[in-house]
């Protein structure tokens, strides 16, 4: 890990040498402002792990200094130097979003600690924010590639079943990139229209077609200097397969209706829970696309198939929903630990996350029952039986009728809440309402 960096904010030259001398026998490096508005400059455009900042300063109050941080940098821990004696003002800061504060005369041995509590917690964040729960090989392995892939510009292609944690990848990619100050624009391939791609992936000038009232930058453009997450890539429609292809080769688009191509300059992560490879082969996705976007292909494993993961997994959604609804969070009974160590988890992830929120209302007591986790008694895998052999209605006709029984069966059972039959489908509200349209169901 890089020297840890501190930012100092206080008037007295004389504090602010002291704290920097005691830092640097710590092998932190102090940056000093004298005021607010330098503070502020530097915390826009330098890194920091840590901010120390009095409380008085010539052109405002360290706790307007800890707003601006929650807002700009909510991830970098600030502490306020108080006044001896003043505890509102500590009180305030710390409602503020302060992560601490020291009072004068500063006590160089509470000072000490404090940073030291600050930078482990800078140790929990790095390299990023977002973390992967589970610690069995195929999850330490994924990690060790995520790591590496985020250092390198190529486009990744994400493999894995529904619900296994692909964008998660994608986004910890993103953030422990050289991208990562940049944006991260998901981008979901299946729930925009076909008539539509174009402009919301390029853009379009004033005019291009009937409604085009201004200019509108699209979802590439508006990645610049980030990573555009092509998600559900396989439902590309053929036309717009072509078009990608042209931006990723030439690092440039061409909006709707305009005569230029303008550069872009984002890096691919793309995702799909089909075998692509497979899509290829049938002709339906093509296979110079397909080696542009695949130059390396990272495979999220399967719940199933890491069993050893489902208790951490469970802990962390747990504690996740009770301090969504404040709270203790229900325990998991050791009963209903067996029963999710045996179920199959077709929908991975995301499945058992939706199963524990179920169970925690359902829950009556301290503790989580099997009862409470209301697993399908066929172990999820039985919905619908792949049927023996080619279904006479053909493929597409028989996938859009299994498509509109599971839809209508989802609707029925939240009674018409889309927004609930779209999370037990585990698919986003936009793609469900475009799933609904495209079936005639949205009448
Ligand atoms: N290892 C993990 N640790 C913590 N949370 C996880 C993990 N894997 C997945 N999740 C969570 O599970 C949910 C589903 O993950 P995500 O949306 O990334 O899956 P996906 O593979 O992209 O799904 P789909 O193919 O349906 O788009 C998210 O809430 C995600 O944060």
Redesign the pocket.
């Known amino acids: 890990m890089s020297r840890a960096r501190a930012l100092v904010v206080d008037d007295e030259a004389d504090i602010r040498e002291l704290v920097a001398i005691t830092l640097a026998r710590m092998d932190v490096e102090a940056r000093c402002a004298a005021d607010l508005a330098e503070a502020r400059a530097l915390a826009g455009a330098e890194p920091f792990d840590l901010c120390l900042t009095d409380m008085r300063l010539p052109d405002g109050s360290g706790i307007d200094l800890v707003r601006h941080l929650q807002r700009t940098r909510p991830d970098l821990p600030a502490a306020v130097i108080t006044a001896y004696g003043d505890v509102e003002s500590a009180v305030e800061a710390l409602k503020a979003g302060a992560f601490d504060f020291v009072s004068k005369p500063v006590d160089l041995g509470v000072l000490r600690r404090l940073v030291e509590t600050a930078l482990r917690l800078r140790e929990r964040r790095a390299p990023g924010r977002l973390h992967?729960?589970?610690d069995s090989p195929p999850?330490r392995r994924l990690r060790a590639m995520i790591a590496k892939l985020a250092r390198s510009q190529a486009p990744v292609y994400i493999s894995?079943e529904?619900?296994?944690?692909?964008?998660?990848v994608a986004r910890m990619i993103h953030e422990q990139g050289p991208r990562a100050a940049g944006p991260f624009v998901p981008v979901n391939c299946g729930a925009i229209p076909a008539e539509l791609m174009e402009s919301e992936l390029f853009g379009h000038v004033k005019g291009a077609f009937t409604g085009a009232a201004a200019d509108k930058e699209g979802l590439f453009q508006a990645a610049e200097g980030g990573t555009l997450f092509l998600?559900e890539i396989a439902e590309l429609p053929p036309h717009m397969q072509v078009k990608l292809l042209r931006a990723i080769q030439e690092k440039a688009v061409r909006p709707v209706g305009a005569a230029r191509e303008v550069p872009v300059d984002v890096r691919i992560l793309s995702?799909t829970?089909k075998d692509l490879a497979a899509l290829v082969q049938a002709g339906e996705f093509r296979q110079d696309l397909y080696y542009r976007i695949n130059v390396i292909e990272l495979a999220?494993p399967p719940l199933r198939a890491r069993r050893e993961d489902i208790p951490a997994?469970a802990e962390?959604f747990l504690a996740r929903i009770a301090a969504a609804h404040g709270g203790e969070p229900p325990r998991l009974g050791a009963a209903a630990l067996e029963a999710l160590m045996r179920y199959p988890f077709p929908g991975n992830?995301?499945e058992l996350?939706n199963i524990l929120e179920r169970a925690c209302t359902l829950c009556e007591g301290d503790e989580i029952r099997p009862e409470d986790l209301q697993l399908p008694e066929d172990g999820g895998s039985g919905a619908f039986e792949a049927p023996e052999a080619v279904p006479e209605e053909g493929l597409e006709t028989y996938l859009d009728r299994i498509e509109r029984e599971t839809i209508l069966k989802a609707l029925e059972e939240t009674r018409w809440n889309r927004t609930q039959a779209a999370k037990r489908l585990?698919i986003s509200f936009r793609a469900l309402r475009y799933r609904l349209k495209k079936l005639g169901l949205d009448g």
């Open positions: 992967l729960v589970g999850m894995g529904s619900g296994t944690g692909k964008e998660l998600d995702a829970h999220v997994l962390h992830v995301r996350e585990g």
